[in-house]
């Protein structure tokens, strides 16, 4: 399986990927807003765009669509319940399907609410896993939840389904926010060394590379997996001096999403 993440350079801070087999060149495009630049990169690479995926329905997702289509005649994938919110639609998924990219590709399809309650994301079937998690789990960060979607749902999805992924699954988001989330971890957890030694690496970085985390590097950096670290609960009880003396870990993350939204 390949992976091109393509940056979109727009002041949302998008990524979009291409990912392919490398048996017979043909490609999905994960929410390619930016479709110059994903068909100029197949173009070049000789690849051939067969599907389109929208991990959610939110316009910088899904903006690119029919330029993509209708220079290509892929077929357009989503979660079912985001039919009415996304124009053509061909193909519906529910949580465990499988979609089919050439001869060698499979992705597992991950039923993800929070950010939207229509959010997929997806997860690859290779010896290293890759997540490609749209706007639900960043680098660093969560999603918000203030365009269709509840911090209830996810809550759920971080700790029914995200957390119990393997240590070594490579995350790939839908934007690259990784230097202001390391901050809002920092602001919390002010004693998290690894963090801030990440902090200094990634914050003058060059965006085009951005840097790929895997699941265990974001249990010890975002503050939405440390649920249980003392510091963090210290430090929210300064903001919530309501809160009980141990909380428990869905109280604790709805209170730092509360807090990230005004960060």
């Excluded at 939110?58 to 357009?76: E, P, S, W, Y």
Aim: charged share 25%; glycine share 8%.
């Amino acid at each position: 399986m390949l992976v091109e993440q393509i940056w979109t350079a727009n002041n949302y801070r998008n990524f979009n990927y291409l990912i392919v087999c490398p048996e017979t060149g043909e490609a999905l495009a994960i929410d390619p807003l930016d479709h110059r630049r994903c068909l100029a990169t197949a173009k070049d690479k000789g690849w051939s765009i067969t599907q389109v995926l929208n991990t959610h329905e939110h316009h910088d997702h899904i903006g690119g669509n029919q330029k993509v289509i209708a220079a290509t005649g892929a077929k357009l994938l989503a979660h079912k319940n985001a039919k009415d919110q996304i124009e053509g639609m061909d193909r519906g998924l529910s949580a465990g399907d499988v979609i089919k990219v050439g001869k060698t590709v499979e992705l597992e399809v991950l039923d993800t609410p929070g950010h939207t309650m229509a959010h997929v994301c997806l997860m690859s079937h290779t010896d290293q896993p890759c997540l490609f998690c749209g706007d639900t789990l960043f680098n660093a960060g969560a999603g918000n939840c203030k365009g269709g979607g509840h911090p209830d749902a996810l809550y759920a999805t971080f700790a029914g389904q995200l957390a119990k992924l393997p240590g070594n699954t490579l995350v790939y988001p839908g934007h690259d926010y990784i230097a202001n989330n390391l901050g809002f971890t920092l602001d919390r957890e002010p004693d998290n060394a690894r963090a801030a030694q990440l902090l200094d690496q990634v914050k003058d970085q060059d965006p085009t590379r951005a840097r790929v985390t895997t699941l265990a590097e974001e249990k010890e950096i975002n503050t939405f997996f440390r649920l249980h670290s003392p510091t963090v609960i210290r430090k929210l009880r300064e903001a919530f001096p309501d809160l009980p003396d141990q909380p428990d870990t869905k109280t604790v993350f709805i209170r730092l999403r509360e807090l990230r939204n005004s960060w």
